[in-house]
C-alpha cells in the first residue's frame, strides 16, 4: 500500500480534518495530470486550444449517476473519492469535450471519452441550476448544457454545494470569477455558432 493510499483511506475513514490539506494536494495533482491527459486524449497541443480560456471542472460521480461513493462535507467545500472530470477547450474551429473518472483515492484515471466538433453543430447553449438530494443531502448543481446536432448533449458541472433551510442567500449566487468566465464562454459559443 503506497502512502498515498494510506493517507486517503484515513482521510475517508476519519474525515480528519488534518488529512484535508494532503487530500487537497493529492487532488490537486490529479487535476494537472487529468488535464495533461485530456490534451493527449484529444491530440491538442496548447496552441490549439488558445481561442478562450478552457472550462475544467471535478465534482463528485454520484452528482451525476448512482454509485458507490464517499463524499465527505466540509464547510468550505465537498470532498469526494470518484470524480468526473471535464474539460471544455476552444480552437478557432473546434469545440474540444473531455471527460473521465478520477478515483482520487489511488490517483487513477479512467472511462476516458472525448471529442472535436465544428462549433456551427451547437444548436444551443444553455445553463440550468438544478437541485438534487443524495445522501439526504441538497445539493445545488449549476450545469452548462451544450445541444448538439445529431447527438447527445455535452453537460458540464460548473459548480456543486450544499443547501438547506438555513443556506444564506449570497451562497446560491455563483462567484463573480465563475460568473465572468461563464459569461464570456457563453458570449464566445453564441458568437460561433451563429
Known sequence: MTKRDKEMK???????????????????????VAFERAKAFLYLSDED????????TDAPEALTREIDS???????????????????AFGDDLLHFYTA??????????????????????????????????????????????????????NLVLRNSIVDGKTADENFELDQEVKDLLNGVVRFLREKIV
Do not use: C, W
Open 101 to 154: 473518472i478520477i478515483d482520487h483515492r489511488v490517483g487513477e484515471i479512467y472511462n476516458d471519452a472525448g471529442l472535436s466538433i465544428p462549433y456551427k453543430r451547437i444548436t444551443s447553449v444553455q445553463t440550468s441550476l438544478l437541485f438534487r438530494n443524495i445522501e439526504k443531502r441538497n445539493f445545488h448543481i449549476y450545469e452548462l448544457k451544450l445541444s448538439v446536432e445529431g447527438m447527445k448533449d455535452i
Open 70 to 88: 464517499k463524499l465527505i462535507y466540509f464547510k468550505d467545500k465537498i470532498r469526494f473519492d470518484i470524480g468526473r472530470y471535464f474539460l471544455l
Open 10 to 32: 484515513r482521510f475517508f475513514k476519519r474525515k480528519r480534518k488534518r488529512l484535508r490539506d494532503k487530500y487537497d494536494f493529492h487532488v490537486d495533482k490529479d487535476l494537472e
Open 49 to 56: 486550444i488558445q481561442a478562450h480560456t478552457p472550462i475544467a
